[in-house]
Every structure is written in C-alpha cells, then in structure tokens.
C-alpha cells in the first residue's frame, strides 16, 4: 500500500473524528442543564466557566458546529473518491472494467462506505454518547469548541449575518433559542424524571402539588365553621384550662358572643402560667385576619407569611364565617398530611 493510501486514510479517521467531535458538542450543549453547570462553577470546575460561556452563546457556538461538519463532510467526500479509486485501481485493472465503469463505481463504492462511516462513527455515536452523558461531554468538548469558534468568528459573523438578511428578505425575524418552559412541560419533564428514577415518589407527589397549588381554594381545604374547636373571651381560667386539656392543641380561635375575634397561643398562656403571671385571656388574643371563600390559596399563604399569622378566618359571598384555614393545612396541600404531633391548627377531633 503505497503512501498516497495510508495518507488519505490516516485523512479520513482523522475527519470522521472531528465530525464527531462537532455533532457530540452540537448536542451536549444543548442537552446540558445550566443550573449544573453553575453548581459545577460554585464547586471550583475551570472547565465548566468555558462551558457556561458556550451554553450561554448557544446560536454563536451552534453555527460554529454547522461550519465544522460541513467542512468535515465535504474534506471526506473529497479523499473518499481518489483513494477508494486508487485501492480498487488493480482490482479493475484484472477484470479489465472499463475507465468510464471504473470511475463510476469508484465513486459508488467511496460514497457508500464515507457515508457509512460517516453517519455511524461520526454522527449517530456521539450523538448517543452526548445525550446519555451531556455533563461530562460538555465538560470535555467546550473548551476546544470554544477556541475553535474563537478561530472561525469572522466567518461565522460573516454566515450568521447572512443567513439573518436572507430571512429578514422573507419577512422572518430570527429569534433566540428558548430558556424557559411552560408548566405542562415541566410537568412532563418531573414526569420524565420520576420514570427514569431522577427522583423518588414522595418528590413526585411534592411537585404534583406544586403545580396542583394555583388551581385550589379556600373552600377546598378550610375546617367548617360546626367543627371549630374556640374558646370564649369570657371563659373561667378553669374552663378554659378543661378545654385545652381535652384537645390539645396549640393555638384556638377566640368568639365574643359568637363572632371570631382572634386567637390565641397556648404556649405563650404556658409560659405566663408557669412564671406565676396573671392570666387574662384577653392579654394573649391574637389578630385573626380574614379571607374569602374564593381566595386561591397561594394569596392566602403569601398574607400569612407576610403577617406571620398561622390561622385565618374565611368568609362567604355575605360575609358570614364559614370556616377557618391554618397555615398547616395549606402546607399539607403540598407535602402531605403532617401529623397531629406536629399541628399548630385547629382540626376537628
């Protein structure tokens, strides 16, 4: 085998591999999430800050793979046909097939075996690879694609600037790529994510509630009105301490004559009591504020926690009270029940 041969093969895998380098990068930069590669970044990973530098400039450094393995592809069709026609030279020469036949199916011959190569080894290989691993190929395949996009700018400048005015001649304005998802494909991401074991089923069932949260009321969570547990402002000390000894609870909502006034905190009566301190119990109510029935229950919960309240009254339509919320029960819409051991609220026994 002379050295025309070795050379245009030594050629051909060399093109190859830079296809595949170009295509593996091509797809790991898209795959990769940018919330790891700022972890890897806080972490002290160099190479993840030229890694973020390229996931950020997507539209730049894709064209920057375009021109790569075109450049590749049209290099291989080149040294393909010339030395599939030089190895086959002899073997044409004893069948005697004619120049014109022999050229034919050089080139017949080059073109199935470079495309064989080319598709298998060089595209769909580490496109695999990039999907499977886009971490650790973005990690490895950016820094070179980022000096190689460093080398070629003024042509890829030169190529994405026309390829824009070209558009714009049709009327299409060029847009950049997208960053942000909708809800639905987030839930089918977590979905995703749950059947390939990224996460468990209690995470599942915490994102399902999630996305569960905006569509629910009031209405849907609160604790009726008949089944209340309160205490009346006018209640004995020795009453009032029957009461708490029954249900246990930490904080009671408080009525005068029927109507909601606040509430109190048995801990802080605990402690007054403890110390020896005169107890009223009108010294320990707390404002209860109010919602309607109506409200979402995601603007209940932003109120509370800028209140630090933990119970609320809710309201129909006539202003009348028909139950109350605890902040409890608003969490529990998204981690699950929690346990009386652990309830600041006030359920029904």
Same mark, same amino acid.
């Given at each position: ?10 050629? %051909?895998? !060399? ?32 190479? @993840?800050?030229? @890694?973020?530098? !390229? ?6 450094? +894709? ?12 290099? +291989? ?26 050229? !034919? ?66 009327? !299409? ?16 991401? %977590? ?48 009453? +009032? ?100 051991? +652990?309830?600041?609220?006030?359920? @029904?026994?």
């Amino acid at each position: 085998m002379d050295g025309f041969i070795v050379l245009n093969l030594f050629l %051909v895998a !060399v093109f190859i591999g830079l296809t595949a380098f170009f295509v593996g990068a091509e797809f790991a930069i898209l795959k990769v999430r940018m919330s790891r590669i700022d972890q890897l970044i806080a972490e002290g990973n160099k190479k @993840a800050l030229i @890694a973020k530098k !390229v996931a950020q400039n997507l539209d730049f450094y +894709l064209s920057a793979c375009q021109l790569g393995i075109t450049i590749t592809a049209l290099v +291989l069709g080149a040294l393909g046909e010339p030395t599939v026609e030089k190895m086959l030279h002899p073997l044409f020469e004893r069948f005697n097939v004619p120049e014109a036949l022999a050229t !034919v199916l050089s080139y017949a011959i080059a073109l199935s075996v470079v495309t064989f190569l080319h598709v298998v080894l060089g595209e769909l290989a580490p496109k695999t690879l990039a999907i499977q691993y886009a971490e650790r190929m973005t990690l490895m395949l950016a820094p070179p694609l980022y000096w190689f996009g460093k080398i070629t700018k003024p042509f890829i400048t030169a190529l994405n600037g026309s390829s824009r005015a070209l558009l714009r001649m049709f009327g !299409v304005k060029p847009a950049g790529h997208e960053s942000v998802h909708s809800e639905e494909e987030l839930k089918l991401i %977590v979905t995703q994510s749950y059947e390939s074991g990224e996460i468990n089923r209690t995470e599942l069932e915490y994102l399902e509630n999630i996305f569960a949260f905006d569509e629910r009321i009031l209405k849907d969570i609160m604790i009726p009105k008949e089944l209340i547990v309160s205490v009346e402002k006018g209640m004995s000390f020795t009453e +009032l301490i029957t009461i708490l000894d029954e249900h246990e609870y930490t904080r009671y909502p408080v009525t005068e004559n029927g109507v909601f006034i606040g509430f109190i905190n048995t801990k802080e009566m605990l402690t007054n009591i403890v110390a020896g301190r005169e107890i009223k119990l009108g010294k320990f109510i707390h404002k209860l504020p109010s919602f309607m029935e109506t409200a979402p229950i995601k603007d209940a919960l932003l109120k509370m926690q800028q209140s630090s309240t933990h119970l609320a009254i809710v309201k129909n339509n006539n202003g009348q009270t028909v139950g109350i919320v605890s902040m409890e029960d608003i969490l529990e819409e998204i981690v699950g029940e929690i346990g009386d051991d +652990l309830m600041d609220a006030v359920p @029904a026994k």
